[in-house]
């Protein structure tokens, strides 16, 4: 099934998604990846606001590179999203609702997903150029210093996605080899 989401969404948006689904996300989104995760939680746990809202919003794990002239991003594509894993249960319970990366992630985030009726997402690993395209805006919002991983908001415009892991646990990387397996039999 396909669906199109923009951002802020509401946990009743993303319970409809089902595991394998294809999500058009437009609206902004921010990019993180682990250095910026750990600054972020370290404010979180200082008593300090956060540099964004976290309510309802999207991470894209991505450190993109330098944009071309003419270019409002460089290729962006996913990293992997399993070093984020220590991080990501306390920024979920902040209010952020989706995450967008790669790769599995550990039963500790799968569970804050649940409990906060979140989504992980999956960008096409290898395809920054496609997934840069969707990219209209850029502006770096913090941590200038961290360069690559400085947190960015980007508006995208159909960003193509696919749910791996849904807001009921469901996960694209257990039942996936597991049809698969099946299939043989």
Same mark, same amino acid.
């Given at each position: 099934?396909?669906?199109?989401?923009? /951002?802020? %969404? &509401?946990?009743? =948006?993303?319970?409809? #998604?089902?595991? +394998?689904?294809?999500?058009? #996300? $437009?609206?902004?989104?921010? &990019? $993180?990846?682990?250095?910026?995760?750990?600054?972020?939680?370290?404010? #979180? =746990? +200082?008593?300090?606001? *956060? *540099?964004?809202? #976290? $309510?309802? /919003? @999207?991470?894209?794990? %991505? +450190? !993109? /590179?330098?944009? @071309? !002239?003419? =270019?409002?991003?460089?290729s962006a594509g996913p990293t992997t999203s399993g070093r984020m894993d220590a991080y990501s249960p306390q920024i979920l319970d902040c209010g952020q609702l989706i995450m967008i990366g790669k790769g599995a992630r550990s039963r500790e985030v799968v569970d804050a997903i649940v409990r906060n009726g979140a989504v992980y997402l999956g960008a096409v690993g290898g395809a920054g150029a496609l997934m840069a395209a969707s990219v209209t805006q850029c502006e770096v919002i913090c941590w200038e210093h961290l360069g690559c991983e400085a947190v960015r908001r980007l508006r995208v415009c159909d960003f193509p996605l696919t749910v791996v892991i849904d807001s009921r646990g469901g996960n694209l990387y257990e039942i996936g080899p597991a049809a698969y397996l099946e299939s043989l039999k």
């Open positions: 099934m396909h669906h199109k989401l923009e /951002t802020p %969404v &509401t946990r009743e =948006q993303l319970a409809v #998604l089902c595991v +394998g689904d294809t999500v058009f #996300l $437009s609206g902004d989104i921010y &990019t $993180s990846r682990d250095a910026a995760h750990k600054l972020l939680c370290e404010a #979180l =746990q +200082g008593g300090e606001a *956060p *540099p964004y809202e #976290l $309510s309802g /919003t @999207a991470v894209y794990y %991505v +450190g !993109p /590179t330098p944009e @071309a !002239p003419g =270019q409002v991003i460089g």
